[in-house]
Protein backbone atom coordinates (compact mmCIF):
# COMPACT_ATOMS: atom_id res chain seq x y z
CA UNK A 1 0.00 0.00 0.00
CA UNK A 2 2.59 2.72 0.84
CA UNK A 3 6.32 3.27 2.75
CA UNK A 4 4.33 3.75 6.10
CA UNK A 5 6.21 7.35 6.14
CA UNK A 6 3.91 9.61 7.88
CA UNK A 7 5.10 12.28 5.41
CA UNK A 8 3.77 10.61 2.60
CA UNK A 9 1.63 13.54 1.44
CA UNK A 10 0.39 15.79 -0.96
CA UNK A 11 1.89 19.41 -2.12
CA UNK A 12 -0.63 21.12 0.81
CA UNK A 13 0.63 18.73 3.55
CA UNK A 14 -2.06 16.48 3.81
CA UNK A 15 -1.22 12.90 4.07
CA UNK A 16 -2.71 10.69 1.25
CA UNK A 17 -4.07 8.22 3.99
CA UNK A 18 -4.13 4.63 2.22
CA UNK A 19 -0.45 5.30 0.96
CA UNK A 20 0.72 6.39 4.08
CA UNK A 21 -0.28 3.32 5.84
CA UNK A 22 2.38 0.11 5.99
CA UNK A 23 1.23 -2.70 5.09
CA UNK A 24 0.46 -4.03 8.00
CA UNK A 25 -1.43 -1.24 9.31
CA UNK A 26 -3.18 -1.67 5.79
CA UNK A 27 -4.04 -5.48 6.11
CA UNK A 28 -5.52 -4.49 9.49
CA UNK A 29 -7.92 -2.20 7.66
CA UNK A 30 -8.53 -3.96 4.77
CA UNK A 31 -9.66 -7.65 6.90
CA UNK A 32 -12.32 -5.37 9.15
CA UNK A 33 -13.06 -3.58 6.07
CA UNK A 34 -16.06 -4.17 3.35
CA UNK A 35 -15.58 -3.41 -0.56
CA UNK A 36 -18.02 -1.44 -2.38
CA UNK A 37 -17.95 -0.48 -6.06
CA UNK A 38 -20.35 2.93 -6.66
CA UNK A 39 -21.57 4.00 -10.32
CA UNK A 40 -21.38 7.84 -10.73
CA UNK A 41 -23.67 10.22 -9.72
CA UNK A 42 -23.77 7.21 -6.55
CA UNK A 43 -24.05 8.33 -2.77
CA UNK A 44 -21.60 7.23 -0.42
CA UNK A 45 -23.21 8.83 2.28
CA UNK A 46 -25.67 11.77 2.94
CA UNK A 47 -25.57 15.07 4.72
CA UNK A 48 -27.31 14.86 8.58
CA UNK A 49 -26.83 11.10 8.08
CA UNK A 50 -25.74 8.51 10.77
CA UNK A 51 -21.81 8.55 11.15
CA UNK A 52 -22.13 4.35 10.86
CA UNK A 53 -19.21 4.16 8.74
CA UNK A 54 -15.84 5.31 7.06
CA UNK A 55 -14.49 5.07 3.75
CA UNK A 56 -11.22 4.99 2.23
CA UNK A 57 -10.98 5.61 -1.55
CA UNK A 58 -9.48 3.18 -3.67
CA UNK A 59 -10.29 4.34 -7.09
CA UNK A 60 -12.01 7.15 -8.61
CA UNK A 61 -13.27 10.20 -7.27
CA UNK A 62 -15.66 11.62 -4.96
CA UNK A 63 -17.21 15.30 -4.21
CA UNK A 64 -17.82 16.26 -1.02
CA UNK A 65 -20.99 18.99 -0.92
CA UNK A 66 -23.84 20.60 1.21
CA UNK A 67 -26.67 22.60 0.09
CA UNK A 68 -27.25 25.84 0.70
CA UNK A 69 -30.44 27.42 2.48
CA UNK A 70 -31.10 28.54 -1.51
CA UNK A 71 -30.92 25.15 -2.28
CA UNK A 72 -27.63 25.10 -4.12
CA UNK A 73 -25.00 22.45 -3.98
CA UNK A 74 -21.84 23.84 -2.58
CA UNK A 75 -18.83 21.53 -3.21
CA UNK A 76 -16.89 21.80 -0.14
CA UNK A 77 -13.91 19.30 -1.16
CA UNK A 78 -12.78 16.89 -4.19
CA UNK A 79 -11.22 13.56 -2.79
CA UNK A 80 -9.45 10.59 -5.17
CA UNK A 81 -7.28 7.73 -4.82
CA UNK A 82 -6.25 7.10 -1.60
CA UNK A 83 -7.97 9.39 0.61
CA UNK A 84 -10.02 9.13 3.96
CA UNK A 85 -13.74 10.32 4.03
CA UNK A 86 -16.55 10.73 6.77
CA UNK A 87 -13.76 10.49 9.69
CA UNK A 88 -14.76 13.75 11.19
CA UNK A 89 -18.23 12.10 12.07
CA UNK A 90 -17.02 8.81 12.81
CA UNK A 91 -14.62 10.36 15.71
CA UNK A 92 -17.27 12.83 17.73
CA UNK A 93 -20.51 10.88 16.80
CA UNK A 94 -22.09 14.03 14.96
CA UNK A 95 -24.27 13.95 11.79
CA UNK A 96 -22.45 14.21 8.68
CA UNK A 97 -21.68 17.03 7.92
CA UNK A 98 -21.66 16.63 4.22
CA UNK A 99 -22.61 14.69 1.08
CA UNK A 100 -20.20 12.41 -0.73
CA UNK A 101 -21.23 11.68 -4.11
CA UNK A 102 -19.21 9.23 -6.93
CA UNK A 103 -17.74 11.60 -9.57
CA UNK A 104 -17.10 8.72 -11.92
CA UNK A 105 -16.78 4.64 -10.94
CA UNK A 106 -15.39 4.27 -7.45
CA UNK A 107 -13.86 1.54 -5.72
CA UNK A 108 -13.93 1.95 -1.94
CA UNK A 109 -13.52 0.19 1.50
CA UNK A 110 -15.86 0.86 4.43
CA UNK A 111 -15.38 0.49 7.42
CA UNK A 112 -17.95 0.17 10.18
CA UNK A 113 -17.55 3.40 13.22
CA UNK A 114 -16.58 0.74 15.84
CA UNK A 115 -14.02 -0.93 13.56
CA UNK A 116 -12.32 2.26 12.71
CA UNK A 117 -12.27 3.18 16.41
CA UNK A 118 -11.06 0.38 17.21
CA UNK A 119 -8.21 0.52 14.97
CA UNK A 120 -6.94 3.85 15.79
CA UNK A 121 -6.59 2.40 19.54
CA UNK A 122 -4.76 -0.45 18.40
CA UNK A 123 -2.86 1.38 15.95
CA UNK A 124 -1.59 5.04 17.77
CA UNK A 125 0.48 5.75 13.94
CA UNK A 126 -2.87 5.49 11.99
CA UNK A 127 -4.39 7.58 14.57
CA UNK A 128 -1.27 10.11 13.89
CA UNK A 129 -1.87 9.93 10.34
CA UNK A 130 -5.44 10.70 10.63
CA UNK A 131 -4.43 13.63 12.81
CA UNK A 132 -2.25 15.22 10.51
CA UNK A 133 -4.64 14.85 7.77
CA UNK A 134 -7.38 16.42 9.75
CA UNK A 135 -4.73 19.12 10.55
CA UNK A 136 -4.14 20.11 7.21
CA UNK A 137 -7.65 20.18 5.74
CA UNK A 138 -8.20 22.57 8.98
CA UNK A 139 -5.74 24.71 6.79
CA UNK A 140 -7.00 24.57 3.79
CA UNK A 141 -10.32 25.57 5.31
CA UNK A 142 -8.68 28.62 5.74
CA UNK A 143 -7.29 29.34 2.90
CA UNK A 144 -10.51 28.25 1.21
CA UNK A 145 -12.32 31.41 3.46
CA UNK A 146 -9.25 34.14 2.72
CA UNK A 147 -9.62 32.76 -1.33
CA UNK A 148 -13.75 33.76 -1.01
CA UNK A 149 -13.12 36.68 0.19
CA UNK A 150 -9.69 38.17 -1.94
CA UNK A 151 -9.79 36.23 -5.11
CA UNK A 152 -11.90 36.97 -8.14
CA UNK A 153 -13.54 34.24 -9.97
CA UNK A 154 -10.38 33.70 -12.21
CA UNK A 155 -8.06 33.54 -8.86
CA UNK A 156 -10.24 30.74 -7.50
CA UNK A 157 -11.13 28.64 -10.15
CA UNK A 158 -6.97 28.74 -10.82
CA UNK A 159 -6.07 27.45 -7.28
CA UNK A 160 -9.11 24.65 -7.65
CA UNK A 161 -7.18 23.97 -11.15
CA UNK A 162 -3.87 24.37 -9.22
CA UNK A 163 -4.91 21.92 -6.31
CA UNK A 164 -6.15 19.09 -8.80
CA UNK A 165 -3.17 19.21 -10.70
CA UNK A 166 -1.53 18.84 -7.41
CA UNK A 167 -2.83 16.43 -6.23
CA UNK A 168 -4.51 13.91 -8.67
CA UNK A 169 -2.64 15.01 -11.89
CA UNK A 170 -0.35 13.38 -14.23
CA UNK A 171 2.65 13.72 -15.63
CA UNK A 172 2.25 14.58 -19.67
CA UNK A 173 4.96 15.63 -22.32
CA UNK A 174 2.89 19.43 -22.32
CA UNK A 175 2.41 19.27 -18.82
CA UNK A 176 0.72 17.87 -16.07
CA UNK A 177 -2.91 16.51 -16.78
CA UNK A 178 -6.05 15.95 -14.92
CA UNK A 179 -8.67 13.80 -15.70
CA UNK A 180 -11.17 14.22 -13.03
CA UNK A 181 -15.46 14.12 -15.09
CA UNK A 182 -16.35 17.45 -13.10
CA UNK A 183 -18.59 19.62 -14.85
CA UNK A 184 -18.36 23.12 -15.02
CA UNK A 185 -21.90 23.93 -12.79
CA UNK A 186 -20.01 21.86 -10.17
CA UNK A 187 -16.60 24.05 -10.61
CA UNK A 188 -19.06 26.72 -9.71
CA UNK A 189 -20.21 25.57 -6.63
CA UNK A 190 -16.63 24.22 -5.76
CA UNK A 191 -15.49 28.02 -5.99
CA UNK A 192 -18.52 30.07 -5.22
CA UNK A 193 -18.71 31.47 -8.76
CA UNK A 194 -21.30 31.75 -10.98
CA UNK A 195 -21.47 28.86 -14.40
CA UNK A 196 -20.72 31.51 -16.39
CA UNK A 197 -18.00 33.67 -14.40
CA UNK A 198 -16.32 29.97 -14.61
CA UNK A 199 -17.07 29.74 -18.18
CA UNK A 200 -15.01 33.02 -18.53
CA UNK A 201 -12.10 32.34 -16.48
CA UNK A 202 -11.02 29.23 -18.31
CA UNK A 203 -11.29 30.81 -21.38
CA UNK A 204 -9.11 33.43 -20.13
CA UNK A 205 -6.56 30.78 -19.17
CA UNK A 206 -6.76 29.29 -22.13
CA UNK A 207 -6.16 32.53 -24.04
CA UNK A 208 -2.98 33.19 -22.15
CA UNK A 209 -1.74 29.51 -22.77
CA UNK A 210 -1.88 28.29 -19.13
CA UNK A 211 -4.37 25.32 -19.70
CA UNK A 212 -6.15 23.40 -22.52
CA UNK A 213 -9.42 21.75 -21.77
CA UNK A 214 -10.76 18.75 -23.09
CA UNK A 215 -13.74 15.93 -22.42
CA UNK A 216 -13.11 15.02 -18.51
CA UNK A 217 -9.80 16.67 -19.02
CA UNK A 218 -7.63 19.60 -17.94
CA UNK A 219 -4.06 20.11 -18.74
CA UNK A 220 -1.98 22.31 -16.81
CA UNK A 221 0.38 24.13 -19.17
CA UNK A 222 2.02 26.54 -16.89
CA UNK A 223 2.00 25.06 -13.61
CA UNK A 224 4.00 28.08 -12.22
CA UNK A 225 1.52 30.54 -13.61
CA UNK A 226 -1.24 29.14 -12.08
CA UNK A 227 0.80 29.49 -8.83
CA UNK A 228 1.30 33.11 -9.29
CA UNK A 229 -2.34 33.71 -10.31
CA UNK A 230 -3.43 32.41 -7.04
CA UNK A 231 -0.70 33.42 -4.61
Given amino acids: MGSGAV ?25 RATRRAYTRGHALFHEH ?17 RVSEDGREVIL ?8 IGEQSAIDGRPRSASATA ?50 ATGRVAARILEL ?16 PISQEELAGWTGCSRDSVVKALQSMRGLGWIETGRRRITVLELDQLRRRTA
Avoid at 49 to 65: E, H, Q
Avoid at 77 to 84: E, F, H, M
Fill in 77 to 84: AIRGPGDL
Fill in 49 to 65: GAPDRVVVLVSGFVKLS
Fill in 165 to 180: AERFGAAAEAGVEIHL
Fill in 7 to 31: GTATASGEPVFLASLTPAEATALEV
Fill in 103 to 152: LDEVTALALSRDDFLALLEREPRIALVVLRMLSARLREADVGRMELSLQD
